[in-house]
Nanobody
């Protein structure tokens, strides 16, 4: 049974920061997606576990940082300068396939999501 467990969501004023965490070990690639009400799920960022190489979607570039701890078992998403349009449920993802931008393999595992609300 797969367990990807997110934490760290909440409400924050616009311009503020939040850090999300996800317990995810044993995967080649890890990442974050988000889904706002009435919209499709949107890719946010990807991290390659072995090299810690990263990639970001344009809407979050230069504001969000994806990283992992030294054990490579915990994934983070540091979100700065938050905007109301960042309001969404954020999902941790992980795969042993090879994602390409927002296209992730069918074998991707997903967390249950954590709510982030940015107040204007």
């Amino acid at each position: 049974q797969v367990h990807l467990v997110e934490s760290g969501g909440g409400s924050v004023q616009a311009g503020g920061s939040l850090r999300l965490s996800c317990a995810a070990s044993g995967y080649r690639y890890k990442g974050w997606f988000r889904q706002a009400p009435g919209t499709e799920r949107e890719w946010v960022a990807t991290l390659r576990t072995a090299s810690s190489g990263t990639a970001y979607a344009d809407p979050v570039k230069d504001r969000f940082t994806i990283s992992q701890d030294n054990t490579k078992n915990t994934l983070y998403l540091q979100m700065n300068t938050l905007k109301p349009e960042d309001t969404a449920i954020y999902y941790c993802t992980a795969t042993n396939g090879v994602p390409s931008g927002g296209e992730w393999p069918d074998t991707t595992d997903w967390g249950q999501g954590t709510q982030v609300t940015v107040l204007s």
